[in-house]
């Protein structure tokens, strides 16, 4: 590696092959964090964080409705079932929307992804 040199995109760059490949992201996504903290790489982290943070919401959203439909009654016209179809749809397009965006920056530039965190950095304080 390039060391104490080495820039966010020269990193992305180095990594971008490995997009999609969860175990090799994860162990970049821990070096880089270890060596630079949270906020050196802030490209490179975020996308090679994004399949990790999928997998992260996937296993709480097993955790929160694996009884779900084991309760051996089905109830479908009361609050209670609507409350809790209403909270699977709401986890399960929260997932879809970081699947889909960490398939949006598998080909994208680092210029692209940079602009992507940008935005969603505008998004989340309303701007």
């Given amino acids: 590696m390039l060391g104490d040199n080495l820039t966010d995109e020269q990193a992305f760059e180095m990594v971008k092959p490995f997009f999609g490949d969860y175990q090799t992201m994860k162990h970049f996504h821990a070096v880089l964090s270890n060596r630079y903290g949270k906020d050196g790489m802030k490209v490179t982290r975020f996308s090679l964080g994004l399949l990790n943070r999928a997998v992260s919401m996937l296993?709480?959203?097993?955790?929160?409705?694996?009884?779900?439909?084991?309760?051996?009654?089905?109830?479908?016209?009361?609050?209670?079932?609507?409350?809790?179809?209403?909270?699977?749809?709401?986890?399960?397009?929260?997932?879809e929307n970081v699947v889909l965006k960490f398939d949006s920056i598998i080909p994208a530039s680092y210029k692209e992804v940079e602009a992507e965190i940008?935005?969603?950095?505008?998004d989340e304080m309303g701007v």
Avoid: M, Q
């Fill in 118 to 122: 940008e935005d969603e950095v505008k």
């Fill in 59 to 95: 296993d709480v959203f097993r955790n929160n409705f694996a009884n779900f439909f084991n309760t051996g009654y089905y109830p479908t016209n009361g609050l209670s079932f609507t409350l809790r179809e209403s909270a699977i749809i709401a986890d399960a397009e929260a997932i």
